[in-house]
């Protein structure tokens, strides 16, 4: 019913990927010529609960199929596009490891200009009997895929209706002490050993006096302790504990002992993560769990660790890596938008009084200290082809403070000039990048966006 409702809408002839597809075979159907190559991917069936086994189930269901699909396209050697429509099933509180999709279908994009590609969110019941050959949602996706290439990424149908995911730009004044922060209030730390969870953990003691547990996957060590001086230095308190909180076990141990050293948990700022860079064409499953291990199946331990906690906030630090995509890095950019997706659920949540504390999930750009090593060669394709320099550790830190202060949900800092950037993540085609020098003052105000759906 599927295929023939997308020939009869003019989208020509398609692929369609059901549950228990023969992935290559998919492929192999697919025109050999420069004509489009037109797929339309349908597979995920799970509901997310906020269990890190139902997120785990969504990432099995939807995006390793999609990631071997995607494997498989690129391998295949076809000279013509490839439009690739993904739909999967919804409520309306959320499908974090389907929504996440997007950020690996833009890193493909990234890594091959011939990739467009939409998501369509369907209600549960319709996708259902989509994958039963009726009801209305096949006429919907057939509308979709003669549409590609093209903005916008992010579809879903409610009521009748079709709505679209839309950015928005918010420009909140900077803070520099923020409220949401307890003088000697006690906060945890992941990621807390290197990176930027130190930036954090300095930050919160010399701006809150505060109390911080700093956790990581290695025991105590020199860098560690060089850390937790630090924080004494500038008027906290630290204490470091060994953790692996990719499982319930750490992060149920990394709380408890917030709870034992200082009586009790204000905050959690998860700072987490891991890279396993590599092309599509070359990476291979066990490289993207390891990249999604920290982040993901992290933060929906450490919810679950904290849902009884009283906290003022629960910060997740993602990366614009999902937002945009970011070549050989398809895992580290899913991981990311799952983090965006889940603050949302998160946040829907403590709207029901089912959490406590504010949800955020911060987009952040390249750090210039605390996060990877940035050479030259970086530095200079940074600022060409997005027009911003990596982000100064001063500037980062006072983002992080009006944050905290002023958003929930999913935000994307941009800082410097954020033009080009603002019109990418509107889906406007880019342009290609002008002469830029690393000399160049970074004059222009500072952006910040939002997303946010919008009936159409």
Not at 44 to 73: C, I, K, N, Y
Not at 128 to 156: F, K, M, N, S, T
Request: hydrophobic letters at 45%.
């Amino acid at each position: 019913m599927l295929a023939a409702e997308l020939e009869r809408s003019g989208a020509g002839p398609a692929s369609v990927v059901l549950p228990g597809a023969d992935l290559a075979a998919a492929v192999a159907a697919l025109p050999a010529s420069s004509e489009p190559r037109r797929v339309l991917h349908a597979w995920g069936r799970t509901m997310f609960t906020g269990t890190a086994a139902s997120a785990a189930r969504q990432v099995d269901d939807g995006f390793m199929p999609l990631f071997h699909l995607v494997g498989e396209l690129l391998r295949s050697g076809g000279k013509g596009p490839v439009h690739l429509l993904c739909g999967y099933p919804a409520v309306d509180a959320g499908a974090p490891g389907y929504e996440a999709l997007g950020g690996f279908l833009r890193t493909a994009q990234r890594e091959n200009p011939r990739f467009a590609h939409r998501l369509a969110d369907l209600p549960e019941g319709e996708f259902a009997e989509l994958i039963e050959g009726r009801g209305p949602a096949a006429a919907r996706l057939a509308a979709e895929l003669p549409d590609l290439p093209g903005a916008p990424e992010q579809v879903r149908y409610r009521s009748g209706g079709r709505e679209v995911r839309r950015w928005t730009r918010v420009s909140p004044p900077f803070v520099a002490r923020p409220d949401a922060l307890r003088t000697g209030g006690t906060y945890l730390v992941t990621g807390g050993a290197g990176g930027l969870g130190a930036l954090v953990a300095r930050w919160l003691a010399e701006t809150a006096s505060a109390r911080v547990v700093l956790a990581g996957r290695s025991p105590l060590g020199p860098a560690a302790e060089a850390v937790l001086a630090q924080v004494h230095d500038a008027g906290g308190e630290a204490r470091y504990v060994p953790a692996d909180i990719s499982t319930m076990e750490g992060a149920e141990a990394a709380v408890r002992a917030a709870r034992e050293a200082y009586g009790e948990l204000h905050g959690v700022f998860h700072a987490a993560g891991v890279l396993r860079d590599g092309f599509l064409v070359n990476l291979d499953a066990a490289q993207v769990a390891a990249v999604l291990a920290p982040k993901v199946a992290g933060a929906l331990h450490l919810d679950a660790a904290t849902r009884s906690e009283p906290l003022d906030f629960f910060c997740l630090f993602a990366s614009l890596a999902g937002p945009i995509g970011s070549v050989a890095q398809a895992g580290y950019a899913y991981a990311n938008s799952f983090l965006d997706a889940f603050a949302g659920w998160r946040e829907r949540q403590r709207a029901a009084g089912l959490r406590s504390g504010r949800t955020t999930s911060i987009d952040w750009p390249l750090w210039a200290d605390g996060g990877m090593a940035v050479d030259d060669e970086v530095r200079e394709s940074l600022l060409r082809h997005f027009g911003m320099r990596p982000l100064d550790t001063t500037d980062g830190l006072r983002a992080l403070a009006t944050v905290l202060d002023n958003v929930t949900g999913q935000i994307a800092y941009l800082p410097g000039d954020g033009s080009r950037l603002a019109a990418q993540l509107a889906g406007e085609p880019e342009s290609p990048p002008p002469p830029a020098s690393l000399e160049e003052p970074a004059t222009a105000p500072r952006r910040n966006r939002k997303r946010s759906w919008c009936g159409c």
